[in-house]
């Protein structure tokens, strides 16, 4: 009995010891089954999730943010414990104690299962599966994956701190409304920072995990709110918080920014520009598109916020001015139909989805408007965020009398009489207020819209490159395109300044003297017959007068002394052209270039002829705080001296290239102050400090330009149409560019000051008179006296008169104009030629006027 007792019990024994075994051999092949090609837990050691980019002004103030997944990173030592907690108390109580799985958690899950027949089926994982989850495999729910996860959780465990494990789930779990990781959750639903966070909205973003769109704060708000107060109840069964605390806060409404609670986050963020645009491109073609979009760059920006917003309405106040001057209304073409304007919800909704430029803040906001009824006179119309009066908004027809409407087939319509003449209903239109100047008081609501023409504006300073200031059209919302860096123009006249440097550095000074008579050249198009812009011949004269009143034939004469070739290598010194043509035609202007190239080139003028590389970024931090991109690569010597004297500066030394010699810099920035007090910039451009600068107005005023400097600032304007064609008789330079120089520089002096040019050290003063190129002596006086530098040492020789080679007829008389009878000419090749006005390959081809 005892041996049949002792044989059924090792039976017994043996049956469960050999099952015991084939289960664990079962589960071991299992394992190593699924273990296999198992992807690399190691590499999330060395894992950054995707973070967002932000950029910010030089006040450090977030002035754009750039990302394809937002999320905000933050390492764990910075994430508050109360956060953790309820993410802990959420997801994973025994995060702490595991080794990766949870088998009380599987096995209970395993047992819903069972007593539902399937119908509660929910995961057991832990937050460390869920990092393997998200990171190294699918999201499904077969037996497989599960697996998988439980493999990769144990090894993670093995690798990782727990306090890393966490970082990485916090920062990579999906909170929805777009938002990734715990701080970008943080300011999506609150506009508040993690340490900001009170233990019931902390409640709330760990309750968002479990599925973010079956818990949305305004459709699903009963269901978040259950939620949000089982994990305070679980944060207080936990110890995490005591009692009082837990009453207080599961007591809390549930309040968020899409509920409209709180302000969204975007509200004080400026609305994207052609800067931040502009950094997003440069930055992304250094560090790739892909790195800078996900990378989590801090960009510090160049920008100031205060003359950036000079500049944007500088140019659109020209653009504008333009634009109503040619009396053309063209609206938006944007349209509603009759069905969306029957009822105010239905045009509101319909008019807040259209694209449409909200940017311009030009006198005041402009505001897109619908037209909702024309009447006999008036029209009234419905304005998007603009709560309705009690007799609604019109436009009077007073308002329109300004303009003929532009017709689908290109034709004008008559000139505007009252609103039906321009507006019919269901049109989109913007309108902004109209108020009174003397106090500010409104008057009535005025149609506006955005001009055909378009330009570019951009300011730097003048030793460090930084450019403080860039607009790039009337409205970056209306046209993405950035006129300042992307568009190539013809710089017109403006160029001449690098003909005349390249003179002055070959030796030649601005007392030389140039004759200014008719050329013809022999050209594939035809015989080139380029004139001056007042259509006159002034014949020998100074240097000085010649880049003051931007004569071309002048120019044409220096550019052919000096040799184009010449020109060319002093053009791509500075930067102006890779590759710039070795055409005559080109000493005017007639290549293309950027407006950002020509202000970079200006302010080496202004520096005393040393290269500076403009920038838009002073300083790019990688997400930990490591600097990977410095702009200023000046040397601070003795900044770290904790002895350094009281009252003595710090050392600072750069070795940036010369480009020009600095007496020629400042001869010809001498010449530019000219172009100011006398020349053609001096009825538009009048600041309180010494002022340097040129107009440029191409052929048939298609581009029209100013760039200028003080002793500190360069900035530069360009206006034209984008498929190039005549501004109209009477466009220049001057007149459209240089008033919109004149009114950003009225507040860039007044913030950052300016001087006298310095003169360098090797500088000789010798008066001369200014018209005839003539010495005069050391206590002359007069309008036509001017003091003039020239290279100490060098004595400088007066009287001789160079023409380029070109003849000039022997009956030539000076200041005769070609606008009267035609004369007859020697030519350069000695034959003889008619100039008149009918002479017109010049007017066509010759690039700069003035």
Not at 515 to 542: C, H, L, M
Not at 642 to 650: D, E, S, T
Not at 759 to 765: A, D, G, K, S
Request: aromatic content about 10%; charged content about 20%; glycine content about 10%.
């Amino acid at each position: 009995m005892l041996r049949f007792i002792l044989s059924f019990f090792g039976g017994i024994f043996t049956l469960i010891t050999m099952g015991m075994m084939m289960v664990a051999l079962g589960v071991g092949g299992v394992l190593w089954m699924y273990s296999r090609d198992l992807p690399s837990h190691e590499s999330l050691a060395q894992y950054t999730p995707p973070t967002i980019s932000r950029i910010y002004s030089g006040e450090g103030r977030i002035i754009d943010e750039f990302a394809q997944e937002r999320r905000l990173f933050t390492p764990a030592n910075e994430i508050p414990d109360l956060v953790k907690q309820a993410f802990i108390s959420a997801e994973d109580k025994n995060f702490y104690t595991h080794s990766g799985y949870d088998l009380r958690g599987i096995g209970a899950a395993a047992f819903d299962a069972v007593a539902s027949r399937g119908q509660d089926v929910r995961g057991a994982s832990t937050i460390t599966q869920q990092v393997m989850k998200n990171f190294l495999l699918s999201g499904d729910r077969q037996v497989e994956r599960k697996i998988k996860e439980i493999i990769l959780a144990s090894r993670i465990e093995e690798t990782l701190s727990k306090e890393k494990i966490l970082e990485l789930y916090m920062n990579e779990i999906f909170l929805g409304q777009n938002s990734y990781g715990v701080t970008a959750a943080a300011q999506t639903y609150f506009n508040k920072s993690l340490v900001e966070l009170a233990p019931h909205e902390a409640a709330t973003l760990a309750s968002m995990p479990k599925a973010p769109s079956d818990f949305h704060p305004v459709r699903r708000k009963e269901r978040l709110l259950a939620r949000r107060d089982f994990v305070l109840e679980e944060m207080y069964e936990n110890g995490y918080i005591d009692r009082q605390t837990y009453e207080t806060e599961v007591a809390m409404p549930l309040r968020s920014v899409q509920n409209g609670d709180y302000d969204h986050f975007r509200d004080a963020l400026p609305p994207r520009n052609y800067f931040t645009d502009e950094i997003r491109r440069q930055l992304s073609e250094d560090f790739g598109e892909g790195e800078f979009f996900s990378g989590g760059f801090s960009v510090r920006a160049t920008l100031d916020p205060e003359l950036q917003v000079e500049a944007e309405v500088a140019l659109q106040r020209a653009l504008e001015t333009y634009d109503r001057s040619q009396g053309v209304w063209r609206g938006t073409g944007l349209t509603l139909p009759p069905e969306q304007l029957t009822d105010t919800a239905t045009w509101r909704e319909a008019l807040l989805s259209m694209d449409i430029a909200r940017d311009v803040q030009l006198e005041s906001p402009w505001y897109p408007a619908v037209v909702l009824e024309v009447g006999q006179n008036d029209a009234r119309i419905g304005i998007e965020g603009v709560p309705e009066d009690e007799d609604g908004h019109w436009i009077p027809a007073s308002d329109v009398q300004w303009a003929r409407k532009l017709n689908a087939d290109g034709s004008l319509g008559r000139k505007g009489e009252v609103a039906g003449d321009l507006l019919a209903v269901g049109d989109v239109v913007h309108v902004r207020r109209m108020t009174s100047d003397s106090d500010g008081s409104f008057i009535r609501w005025t149609l506006r819209q955005a001009p055909e023409v378009q330009g570019a504006f951009m300011a730097m300073d003048v030793n460090t490159g930084r450019v403080i200031a860039m607009q790039g059209g009337f409205s970056y919302q209306h046209s993405v395109f950035n006129r300042a860096t992307q568009a190539q123009r013809q710089p017109g006249s403006s160029f001449k300044p690098f003909v005349f440097a390249a003179a002055l550095d070959s030796g030649y000074s601005p007392a030389t003297i140039v004759v200014d008579a008719p050329i013809e050249i022999d050209t594939p198009q035809g015989v080139w017959r380029p004139q001056n812009a007042s259509n006159k011949f002034y014949g020998p004269t100074p240097l000085r007068t010649g880049i003051e009143q931007s004569r071309n034939l002048m120019t044409i004469r220096l550019a052919q002394e000096v040799g184009m070739d010449v020109v060319a290598r002093y053009a791509e010194k500075f930067g102006v052209y890779d590759n710039m043509g070795r055409v005559l035609a080109n000493s005017l202007g007639a290549d293309e270039t950027t407006l950002y190239k020509m202000v970079a080139a200006y302010a080496m003028f202004a520096n005393g002829g040393e290269r500076v590389e403009p920038t838009l970024v002073d300083r790019v931090q990688d997400r930990y705080g490591n600097t990977v991109y410095r702009h200023d690569q000046r040397v601070c010597e003795d900044c770290t001296l904790p002895n350094l004297q009281p009252g003595r500066g710090p050392t600072v030394t750069s070795d940036r290239e010369r480009v020009m010699n600095a007496v020629t810099a400042y001869q010809l920035t001498s010449m530019l102050e000219g172009v100011v007090e006398r020349g053609t910039a001096r009825s538009s451009v009048n600041l309180p400090v010494p002022t340097a600068g040129k107009t440029g107005t191409t052929n048939d005023a298609k581009d029209v330009w100013f760039v200028g400097f003080t002793s500190n600032i360069v900035a530069g304007c360009y206006i034209g149409h984008d498929q190039p064609r005549s501004l109209g008789r009477g466009a220049s330079g001057g007149g459209m560019c240089g008033p919109v120089f004149n009114s950003f520089m009225q507040k860039a002096v007044a913030k950052y000051g300016g001087t006298a040019f310095r003169p360098p050290e090797n500088c000789q003063f010798i008066k001369i008179d200014r018209n005839t190129g003539a010495r005069l002596s050391d206590d002359a006086s007069g309008d036509n006296v001017v003091a003039e530098c020239f290279r100490e040492g060098e004595e400088p020789i007066f009287g001789i008169q160079f023409d380029g080679g070109f003849a000039m007829g022997s009956n030539f008389e000076l200041y005769s104009s070609s606008d009267q009878p035609s004369k007859q000419v020697t030519t350069s090749s000695g034959g003889t030629a008619i100039v008149g006005p009918k002479a017109s390959f010049g007017t066509l081809s010759s690039g700069g006027l003035y």
